[in-house]
């Protein structure tokens, strides 16, 4: 890999280092090292089956790893909760769920909240604060399942608001919505950065990588690059992320996943 | 009315007993019922019902009494265990949850009914009334089992309660639940519990098989009339409550009627109300929609029809024979008839021995929708690129549904324009 470019940051907000991750006992990501300066927008891009979202559950610890650690601030993402956002993938939830879109994007305060305790008038008014933010306030009572695709998402997107966090993390944010959502989530992320929170977020859409984004993270089951996006977008780098998988690991990969093998061994 | 009075005053401590029981039992199971709905696990309701079974026996044999407290923490003990052993089998194997669901049922099932055969054949002169928990014996119910359930249900619907926010979230968003630092496993952990608990008392009135029924039909009934999970919950414990009083009552007002079974077949009832009656989502409420739908198309469609007419001869309010209506459009008698009765009576057109001719109103109206159909049709041509000789049959639906907001915008889109793609006039 004489033409991977890594570059690591000082003071990072996001560090991962050794990072490896099994689906179903099968490696889906390799020895990831990188780390995301403070501020930045930041994108995740490979093929389908890259591992793109995966790496940002492994960071949100929604799947196990098999090696290394990731921090967040310099600390572990227990420790700095608080601080992190995440806005899942549209399908990952059943929109027929009977809840109002206020109801979903209080969620957002439950942690704040803590246990037993019900929302209050505050916490009513931070969640029509960020559905102003997103343009859906007039929705507010409305059932979920009546909402077109775009509206999902700005209604995620209002509920990550809601927790006024320094970090957030985005999968697939602008994957089947209209382009008037496109243009409006990407100007709230832009504007967070202006207030200097960290942006990062799993895209697959090559054509407005370098209008989005400053950093960019390639990603084909091994990370490729991590870098400024002028110094990594480049023909070579997105070859190597494109051009076919390296055959070789994925057929490591599927030998470990038949013969039960840990993808790492635990010391 | 009688038996009535006498049953709603408890005059025997027995009604009494079996009223609250039944009432208490429904509540519960109504309630977690919400939770396994809609978190669509609708069939964990039965692998737990299923599997308590030799828990029950189990602590019969180890304590040799029918006190229901030894029984519920026998039966608590083996209802969860079924429930990890499913999750075991979908975490472990490559086996799906709807086979796990069921092998986890059928093996825990299995060999509750060998400990009662061999219960049942040991001589044990206690053991008789064991195998009530197979279909429920809620006409039979006591004082120490009306203890029991209070206590269950006070411990289920305060879990709900006080949990209440944290249940809603781990059921539509349990990865978000996770990040936002919630201890899902525990939360997840409580949930089941108060599950197997309420399925536990359940089975007392209804028996192993019909459990399920009672804590699914309530909620899927209650979410026909509701799109929020707090009323959604409320309604369903209702349901619950006014199918224990039915059940106990038509038991003791017909002895030889089971209560459970008719706890079930009332919620059943209940559930097929909702499904055809309810508001909104009911299937009759939709059918008359649709019905409305096609009756407004008619309509329009007749209107369209006199103001096409009445624009080839150049005058539009003269008499029209239903003839000439049939030669520019194919309508069936039946719909002509149906269609032009219901304009006269709306004010549309008036009637002239067997000729009609349009009211003022009618030619309005007709002059709207010759006017949005020729608008769609000169969008599709103009922004959708399609050829002039495809748009008609698109046009003819749209027409009905473009709103007047929309109109307005069609037409600064289409810059005001005066004729179609086929030269026809746009009218004012």
């Known amino acids: 890999m004489s033409n991977s470019f890594v570059k690591q940051v000082d003071n990072p907000v996001l560090e991962i280092h050794d990072l490896t991750v099994s689906y179903d006992k099968k490696p889906v990501l390799w020895g990831i090292d990188l780390s995301i300066p403070a501020g930045s927008i930041c994108g995740i891009i490979g093929p389908n089956g890259a591992g793109k979202s995966t790496l940002i559950k492994a960071i949100m610890d929604l799947v196990d790893m098999n090696s290394g650690y990731v921090k967040l601030f310099d600390q572990t993402l227990d420790e700095v909760r608080k601080r992190v956002s995440y806005v899942p993938q549209r399908e990952s939830v059943d929109w027929d769920f009977p809840a109002s879109v206020l109801d979903v994007v209080l969620m957002g305060r439950y942690a704040n909240l803590g246990l037993f305790k019900n929302p209050r008038k505050a916490d009513k008014e931070a969640a029509m604060k960020a559905l102003e933010m997103v343009g859906m306030d007039k929705y507010s009572k409305r059932q979920i399942s009546q909402l077109s695709g775009g509206q999902q998402q700005r209604v995620f997107l209002a509920r990550a608001l809601t927790q006024n966090a320094d970090i957030y993390f985005l999968d697939e944010p602008f994957a089947g919505v209209d382009a008037a959502t496109e243009k409006a989530i990407f100007k709230i992320l832009q504007n967070l950065s202006k207030e200097g929170k960290t942006i990062i977020v799993v895209h697959h859409d090559l054509q407005s990588v370098e209008t989005y984004f400053e950093w960019v993270i390639l990603l084909n089951l091994r990370l490729v690059a991590s870098g400024p996006t002028p110094e990594v977008f480049t023909p070579s780098l997105l070859e190597e992320t494109y051009g076919g998988k390296l055959t070789l690991l994925t057929e490591v990969g599927e030998l470990v996943q038949q013969g039960e093998f840990k993808a790492r061994e635990k010391q | ?428």
């Open chain 2, 1 to 428: 009315m009688e038996t009535l009075i006498e049953f709603f005053t408890f005059q025997y401590p027995n009604i009494k007993y079996v009223v609250f029981g039944t009432i208490l039992l429904s509540i519960s199971s109504a309630v977690v019922g919400c939770f396994t709905f809609i978190k669509k696990k609708s069939l964990v309701g039965d692998v737990i019902s299923h599997a308590v079974l030799p828990g029950i026996c189990l602590s019969f044999l180890a304590t040799g009494s029918k006190d229901p407290f030894f029984l519920i923490i026998g039966a608590f003990i083996s209802g969860w265990l079924s429930i990890l052993v499913m999750d075991a089998i979908i975490q472990n194997t490559k086996i799906k949850e709807d086979a796990a669901t069921g092998l986890s049922l059928s093996v825990f099932f299995g060999v509750g009914i060998l400990l009662m055969t061999y219960i049942q054949h040991s001589g044990n002169a206690s053991q008789s009334g064991l195998d009530t928990f197979l279909f429920g014996k809620a006409a039979a119910l006591v004082g120490k089992d009306l203890l029991a359930f209070s206590i269950i249900a006070v411990i289920v619907l305060l879990t709900v309660l006080l949990f209440y926010k944290e249940f809603k979230l781990i059921s539509f968003d349990p990865q978000f639940a996770k990040v936002i630092g919630l201890p899902i496993r525990r939360l997840e952990m409580i949930l089941t519990s108060i599950t197997v608990l309420a399925v536990v008392t359940g089975i007392q009135a209804v028996g192993v098989v019909l459990m399920a029924a009672m804590l699914i039909t309530p909620a899927a009934a209650a979410r026909f009339w509701t799109n929020r999970l707090s009323r959604m919950i409320l309604l369903s414990s209702a349901f619950g409550a006014f199918s224990g009083i039915s059940g106990a009552f038509i038991s003791y007002s017909a002895p030889s009627m089971p209560t459970g079974p008719w706890m079930v077949m009332i919620l059943s009832v209940i559930a097929l109300v909702s499904f055809f009656f309810a508001p909104g989502k009911g299937i009759l409420i939709r059918q008359w929609r649709r019905f409305s739908i096609r009756r407004q198309l008619l309509e329009e469609n007749l209107l369209k029809t006199f103001y096409r007419i009445g624009e080839n001869s150049g005058e539009h309010f003269n008499t029209v024979a239903i003839d000439d209506l049939q030669l520019v459009r194919n309508f069936s008698p039946a719909q002509l008839t149906k269609g032009l009765r219901k304009l006269l009576v709306n004010g549309y057109v008036s009637r002239n021995n067997n000729s009609w001719f349009l009211t003022n109103e009618g030619f309005e109206k007709g002059k709207r929708i010759t006017r949005l159909h020729r608008l769609w049709e000169l969008y599709l041509t103009k922004y959708l690129r399609i050829a002039p000789d495809h748009v008609h049959e698109d046009a003819d639906t749209i027409e009905h549904v473009i709103t007047p907001e929309l109109e307005a915008r069609l037409e600064k889109l289409l810059e005001y324009p005066t004729s179609d793609p086929h030269h026809s006039e746009i009218p004012k």
